[in-house]
């Protein structure tokens, strides 16, 4: 991210890049090329209409002051639009924001004043959340939104539908190489790490021993070349090696055009941990030079790594938000008239401060000390007494055991009749909000006291609630008619399962978790999957407060955590485990056998490693993958007669 120039010409340097992006006629139109000391300068002309924010009513105004004042951000909203009006030519601009803070603390909201506040100012934004489940989806999404913005990368979506249909191919091939695949072309170079950014791959950056990484990258190195030749070779072993310039090509087409590009990350505690890594590369400089006028705004629980982003901390701004302090949350009372001293004390130490519930309980408008007297969740009861009508208040409150809310699923709790009323009135409240693919969500904190409530007044309503959302994504799922070698590379199939896991252990709890568990440990080889099963368990269990589920959450989250981190040791005795476990599903021991006997092939334990897979395929005699992995052991051992046979065996079975 250079300096100088003008705001849209920040960054651009060295010389002109024809960038393979279609730019609209008015802006090619009076584009200047100028040079400054042998540096390239593209300056566009908008027009003085461009450049101005539509102007607002008086209304407007004041609705806008109203909200800022509720939420107590007005600092941090002049901190952002002050950047901006400052301009990136500016020693003192800054390029990355980050806000973060505590659950209903206001971040998404902050965020989304930010875009709104950019987009004001004839400027580009795109936008990714928890829904984004790798590092080359996440770039795909930001070039959808740019390319719905009018700047099309041909290039690019070729590449993405290329390396989405060849890592189907992969995933689906019982040929493939076991364990840390898709490793790039650091190999070659002598950078013994395995590629955490590689989604292919899901392992976490750590250092291993040089033998066996050389030995691994090889083999998949061959595998890679042999499917798919030497032109697709670096897009499969390296994706964001091939995306991630393009991307940058798109970037600085658009920040050629516009005021500002500005890049929103929300929730990132749930994308971080493939994420992270992937932006410092970019700040960096590793896939290319970055636009000066581009920002990136992260919102998060938890603050940014010291260590890793202690080097970008002159173009950074933190932002902590922390709950509203005893003056701050008088002052938003104040505002909607509730000045009695009791009611207002009453409020302050039932929401601790924290603007989300204070702003439910003041939209009621208690009038007496009573009405906020519950110590449980308050400020969601008062908020459902605060609702009229009974059928409206039941919709909020059944609304909340649907993790993903649509007028298609709201149908199944109400009727199709009442579907499309009720689905507008839901999308209106405070604590409801837009997500990917059509689909609506609550807010985490509204959605745990609601579960809570719903569960606590009608406790046998709750299961069979349960049991309707589980049944129609049962049915969806049944609907798409896959083969069970196909199903779990199907992303609407994954998206179906998750949801039914979810219900199923809401219905039933401890009944279905061996289910469940089966579940992950027959796909603990797709392990973006795998994880989000895991999740589900967890969420499932705090929601619940259910300490078993809870549990066993997060232990299939720490396994994936320990496979991905190469402590393979961590890895055997958390499978360890889940073989103990006196529930366990059949169908789940093969697998999980199978899985610890290749971990502890990769520590060099060859003995224990024949155990376990002597056991998997005694259950399993005719599965081609357990063969060739005892084939694999066998071959350490020196039993090449033996190891023999499994590779024939396996080969034939195949």
């Not at 609506?440 to 009608?458: C, D, L, T």
């Not at 998997?616 to 599965?623: D, M, S, T, Y």
């Amino acid at each position: 991210m250079g300096r100088g120039g003008s705001a849209r010409s920040c960054g651009v340097r060295g010389k002109w890049i024809a960038y393979p992006v279609k730019l609209k006629n008015d802006a090619r139109k009076n584009a200047i090329i100028s040079m400054l000391n042998g540096v390239i300068f593209l300056h566009i002309w908008i027009g003085q209409e461009n450049q101005m924010s539509p102007k607002m009513t008086m209304q407007e105004r004041l609705r806008s002051s109203r909200q800022a004042a509720f939420f107590g951000r007005v600092d941090q909203l002049d901190l952002f639009s002050g950047n901006l009006k400052r301009g990136c030519e500016d020693a003192n601009f800054r390029n990355i924001f980050f806000i973060h803070g505590e659950g209903g603390v206001g971040k998404t909201w902050l965020l989304t004043q930010y875009k709104k506040i950019t987009e004001s100012q004839d400027s580009a934004t795109a936008y990714l959340d928890e829904s984004t489940e790798d590092t080359p989806m996440a770039i795909n999404l930001l070039m959808k939104q740019l390319a719905e913005l009018g700047f099309e990368n041909d290039e690019f979506f070729t590449q993405y539908k290329k390396y989405k249909e060849k890592k189907i191919e992969i995933e689906s091939d019982p040929d493939k190489p076991k364990g840390m695949p898709g490793l790039g072309k650091n190999i070659a170079r002598g950078v013994f790490h395995l590629a955490k950014t590689n989604p292919i791959a899901g392992i976490a950056a750590e250092v291993i021993g040089e033998e066996k990484m050389m030995d691994k990258g090889r083999e998949w190195g061959d595998y890679v070349y042999k499917k798919f030749g030497k032109n697709d070779y670096d897009l499969m072993m390296s994706p964001l090696d091939s995306l991630t310039p393009l991307l940058i090509q798109t970037l600085n087409a658009v920040a050629a055009e516009k005021s500002y590009v500005v890049l929103f990350f929300d929730t990132y505690e749930h994308t971080s941990n493939f994420l992270d890594a992937w932006l410092r590369e970019l700040l960096e400089g590793k896939y290319g030079d970055l636009p000066g006028n581009l920002i990136i705004v992260i919102a998060g629980r938890d603050p940014l790594d010291l260590n890793d982003w202690a080097p970008y901390s002159p173009l950074m701004v933190d932002i902590p938000l922390e709950p509203f302090s005893e003056s701050e949350s008088r002052k938003y009372l104040a505002q909607n008239n509730i000045i009695d001293e009791k009611i207002v004390e009453q409020i302050i130490n039932l929401t601790g401060g924290l603007p989300l519930l204070l702003d439910m309980l003041a939209r009621t408008q208690p009038q007496e000390v009573d009405d906020v007297s519950d110590v449980s969740d308050t400020a969601v009861k008062r908020f459902l007494k605060w609702i009229e009508n009974p059928e409206e208040r039941n919709v909020a409150l059944m609304g909340a055991l649907a993790r993903r809310l649509n007028r298609d699923i709201l149908a199944v709790l109400v009727g199709d009749e009442n579907a499309d009323r009720l689905f507008d009135w839901m999308k209106r409240l405070s604590f409801t909000k837009k997500r990917r693919n059509m689909c609506w969500e609550y807010h985490p904190v509204v959605r745990s006291a609601m579960i809570r409530q719903f569960f606590n007044e009608k406790r046998k309503h709750f299961g069979s609630v349960q049991n309707l959302l589980a049944e129609y994504y049962e049915s969806n799922r049944e609907a798409l008619k896959l083969k069970q070698a196909e199903a779990a590379n199907n992303e609407e199939w994954r998206i179906y399962s998750l949801e039914v896991a979810y219900h199923r252990l809401c219905e039933r709890r401890h009944q279905k978790l061996p289910e469940v568990l089966n579940l992950f440990a027959n796909h603990f080889g797709k392990r973006s999957f795998a994880r989000l099963i895991g999740e589900t368990i967890q969420q499932c269990g705090e929601e619940l407060q259910d300490e078993l589920l809870e549990t066993w959450g997060r232990r299939c989250i720490e396994l994936i955590r320990a496979y991905e981190k190469g402590d393979y040791s961590q890895a055997v005795e958390l499978i360890g485990d889940f073989l103990d476990y006196q529930n366990l599903v059949p169908d789940s021991k093969p697998a999980l056998l199978d899985w610890r006997g290749y971990l502890y092939l990769l520590i060099d334990e060859y003995a224990k490693a024949l155990i376990d897979l002597d056991q998997a395929i005694q259950l399993v005699p005719e599965n081609s993958i357990y063969r060739a992995d005892r084939g694999r052991v066998n071959l350490m051992l020196d039993h090449f007669e033996e190891s023999l046979a499994d590779f024939d065996l396996a080969i034939a079975l195949d």
